[in-house]
């Protein structure tokens, strides 16, 4: 019987983190557009969901915000300026440089929490929604290289840089505000789940 009630409080976690995912995708409360990146506020749901629900939970809100995300490169829920460029290039590299890191970020996330959960380090959430917003940022980033290096458009962006050099300074102020944000909103929404005894992790 217990597990059924976890079972039924997990589901209702999972579809309410959805919502909000999809709420501030498609509202500028997810996005704060500047220049060809926006500052990203989805890992938040991301991260909580990767340390409420364990690795599956994450990969699946990973997958919701990579959906939104794809949708926005054809002008569904706001536009990303980059996101219309590189889907024009070619669209199937750029669902999976748009879809396949978030989902990734948000298992890897489940991950990290999990062992660190495990070892009762108390800062666990927090770590976690630092991994997630990192996770989210470097495999964006590296995709978006490895993917779309060789093409006019990122060539003329790089312009010459070291590419080490080139995605720091491409970043920039949105890697940290989204480090912050999802550091603090994670770890403080975990403690809160710990004391309602809803951290699954299985």
Same mark, same amino acid.
């Given at each position: 019987? #217990?597990?059924?009630?976890?079972?039924?409080?997990? $589901?209702?976690?999972?579809a309410?983190?959805?919502?909000?995912?999809?709420?501030m995708?498609?509202t500028?409360?997810?996005?704060?557009? /500047?220049? %060809?990146?926006?500052?990203?506020?989805?890992?938040?749901p991301?991260?909580?969901?990767?340390?409420?629900l364990? %690795?599956?939970g994450?990969? *699946? @809100?990973?997958?919701?915000?990579?959906?939104?995300?794809?949708? =926005?490169?054809?002008?569904?829920?706001?536009?990303?300026a980059?996101?219309?460029?590189?889907?024009? !290039?070619? %669209?199937?590299?750029? !669902?999976l =440089?748009?879809?396949?890191?978030?989902?990734?970020? +948000?298992? @890897?996330?489940?991950?990290v929490?999990?062992?660190?959960?495990?070892?009762?380090f #108390?800062?666990?959430?927090?770590?976690?929604?630092?991994?997630?917003?990192?996770?989210?940022?470097?495999?964006?980033m590296?995709?978006l290289?490895?993917?779309? +290096?060789?093409?006019?458009? @990122? =060539?003329?962006? /790089?312009?010459?840089?070291?590419?080490?050099? *080139?995605a !720091?300074?491409f970043? +920039?102020?949105?890697?940290?505000?989204?480090? *912050?944000?999802?550091?603090?909103?994670?770890?403080?929404?975990?403690?809160?789940?710990?004391?309602?005894? $809803?951290?699954?992790? #299985?």
């Open positions: 019987m #217990k597990s059924k009630r976890m079972g039924t409080r997990h $589901m209702v976690l999972l309410m983190l959805s919502g909000i995912l999809l709420i995708s498609f500028p409360l997810g996005y704060l557009n /500047i220049g %060809p990146l926006a500052i990203s506020l989805n890992m938040i991301v991260a909580i969901g990767a340390v409420a364990g %690795p599956g994450g990969a *699946f @809100l990973g997958a919701v915000f990579g959906i939104t995300s794809c949708l =926005q490169c054809v002008g569904i829920g706001g536009t990303s980059m996101g219309v460029i590189l889907f024009e !290039i070619n %669209p199937i590299l750029t !669902i =440089q748009r879809f396949a890191t978030r989902v990734l970020a +948000g298992w @890897l996330t489940g991950i929490y999990l062992l660190l959960h495990k070892r009762h #108390k800062y666990a959430g927090y770590v976690a929604g630092f991994c997630a917003a990192l996770f989210n940022t470097v495999f964006f590296a995709a290289v490895l993917l779309f +290096g060789h093409t006019e458009y @990122l =060539q003329n962006l /790089i312009a010459g840089k070291n590419i080490l050099l *080139f !720091i300074s970043v +920039g102020i949105n890697a940290v505000v989204e480090l *912050f944000s999802t550091t603090l909103a994670a770890g403080t929404v975990c403690k809160a789940l710990e004391k309602l005894n $809803m951290i699954g992790g #299985k």
